[in-house]
């Protein structure tokens, strides 16, 4: 399997270094980087505690982890995160939004997160037309 090397920062030395988590997956668990306490309705910009220097060509996509909606009952407020290449300054700090659904602390350390490096798309080029394929339908067109 192809290997790439990633310059990373982390805050501080508390912050847990960045590892594979239980082999059965390759997206990297992101962790709080401070202890976070939310009312129900609350909106916050959760510090993960890493910068990084992404390889030329690739952007990283954060998602939450499976479980966090369950153990925290918070929502990721953007869906899914994009951290462009250029966001590789010593001050360009990943972060995930984050919307509670109830009263939570979130502890400082908790692998809230996770991350996989992408390659960027091409160039694209818009040509404007009409379509001439068949209509495929969507929103529910293959049944229940
Ligand atoms: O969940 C996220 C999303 C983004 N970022 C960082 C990396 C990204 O490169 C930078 C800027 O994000 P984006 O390009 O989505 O936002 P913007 O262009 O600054 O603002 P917007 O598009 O909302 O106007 O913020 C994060 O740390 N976490």
């Not at 912050?15 to 202890?35: C, F, M, N, Q, R």
């Not at 407020?77 to 001050?91: H, I, K, L, M």
Request: aromatic residues 10%; contains cysteine.
């Amino acid at each position: 399997m192809a290997s790439q090397t990633i310059k990373i920062q982390y805050l501080d030395e508390s912050i847990p270094k960045l590892t594979y988590v239980g082999g059965k997956s390759d997206w990297i668990d992101l962790a709080a980087a401070e202890t976070v306490t939310l009312k129900a309705g609350e909106f916050r910009l959760i510090h993960l505690g890493v910068a990084m220097k992404l390889p030329e060509g690739y952007e990283a996509h954060i998602a939450p982890r499976s479980s966090t909606f369950k153990n925290y009952g918070i929502l990721q407020a953007n869906s899914v995160g994009v951290v462009d290449s250029s966001y590789c300054g010593a001050n360009d700090w990943w972060k995930m939004p984050v919307y509670a659904t109830r009263d939570v602390i979130i502890e400082k350390g908790s692998r809230i997160a996770q991350f996989r490096i992408m390659e960027i798309q091409p160039t694209l080029t818009f040509v404007e037309g009409a379509l001439d394929g068949a209509d495929r339908g969507g929103f529910g067109s293959t049944g229940i």
